[in-house]
């Protein structure tokens, strides 16, 4: 099995707990190879992961992550470019892998595991170009990406990856074309130009390998009206999941603002991460402090408390225009201003270029 990440300094530590616990629930692999996009970790960080892998028995191979500014020659809009411009180094796997592998498992460096990856590893993917789990966004998500709102959209923090088609297929060559036809904006960048590139091209998944924290903030049927899905897994599939999931993703909602690492999280799995992150090097360094900015912390607090006094009904309907048409409608506006920003620039930089050399 040959899996890759992307990781960056600060999330060293993230992605040490998520790794020792993929080697914890893998034991019995014959054959586990990680593949690590490194976006500039630090050498006393690396040895501390490489210990992890020597504990194991295991390997983890260092990559050096693309400048993906500098490929398309201009600027990408990557909310907390500190970490999620780490991300994007999936979408160059078939330049920087061995070109004998053929097929690889993405995995977020926000994740634990508690099962064998081995179901996971053998689903055929006959024709299609990667499987992943459907996500909790509706219809809008997708209009976003300039693709038919009718259709799923797809978390990619859990990735099965034909390597084969991808090559076959140029598909590295169409992730840049899609992300210059965009002006370099796309929300959750290497997200959304999976969904809008391999649209129809992607295999749905179990929703046990990515159980992630929306289904933790919802009743199922909640969910469903929230979120204005056209198309969910089946009640009984995401039950189970919560109750037994074979990999837990820590992403973040309103009710569940803060993840394992941080201090007062409140995640249903935050024992569980504890207890990975009390078998690494990391295990005696302290939680991280809560870095949210006020504004964040208050919208937090008065979304909550309102949550508790309001009518079920209008806390559903509120949250709904939040995810369906607020959310939406900003990331809209920023994506206007981002490339009315490089517009701007660029013609001030031929501006002065052209006073730089006049012409004769």
Excluded at 218 to 223: K, N
Aim: with cysteine.
């Amino acid at each position: 099995m040959v899996v890759v990440y992307n990781c960056d300094d600060r999330y060293a530590e993230i992605f040490a707990v998520s790794v020792l616990s993929l080697f914890e629930c893998n034991k019995e692999a014959e054959e586990l190879t990680v593949y690590l996009i490194d976006n500039g970790i630090k050498d006393e960080n690396m040895r501390k992961i490489q210990e992890i892998a020597t504990t194991y028995c295991r390997k983890i191979i260092s990559l050096p992550m693309p400048d993906l500014e500098s490929l398309l020659g201009m600027d990408v809009a990557v909310p907390a470019k500190s970490n999620r411009i780490a991300t994007c180094g999936r979408l160059f796997v078939t330049s920087l892998l061995p070109k004998d592998i053929d097929k690889i498992l993405y995995f977020d460096c926000d994740t634990i595991f508690l099962k064998s990856i081995k179901p996971l590893w053998e689903i055929d993917l006959g024709e299609y170009f990667a499987g992943m789990m459907a996500d909790t966004m509706g219809g809008k998500y997708r209009t976003m990406l300039g693709i038919s709102e009718k259709g799923i959209y797809y978390n990619s923090g859990v990735a099965l990856i034909n390597l084969t088609l991808w090559r076959e297929h140029g598909i590295e060559r169409k992730f840049m074309k899609y992300l210059e036809s965009q002006g370099g904006y796309v929300p959750w960048p290497d997200q959304g130009v999976f969904n809008a590139v391999l649209d129809g091209k992607i295999k749905c998944l179990p929703c046990a390998y990515n159980v992630h924290t929306t289904l933790f903030s919802f009743p199922y049927d909640t969910l469903l009206k929230v979120k204005k899905l056209q198309w969910y897994y089946a009640k009984d599939e995401v039950e189970q999941s919560l109750k037994d999931p074979g990999m837990v993703h820590f992403t973040t909602t309103f009710s569940i603002p803060l993840r394992p690492w941080y201090e007062g999280c409140n995640h249903p799995y935050t024992k569980s991460f504890l207890k990975f992150r009390a078998m690494t090097p990391w295990k005696d360094e302290p939680l991280w402090k809560d870095d949210r900015s006020e504004t964040a912390r208050l919208f937090y607090s008065v979304f909550k408390r309102f949550s508790k006094i309001a009518p079920k009904w209008l806390s559903v309907w509120v949250t709904r225009q939040f995810y369906v048409t607020l959310r939406p409608f900003a990331y809209k506006i920023k994506k206007q201003k981002f490339i009315r920003n490089n517009m701007s620039r660029d013609s001030m930089q031929n501006s002065h270029k052209g006073r730089g050399n006049p012409s004769s």
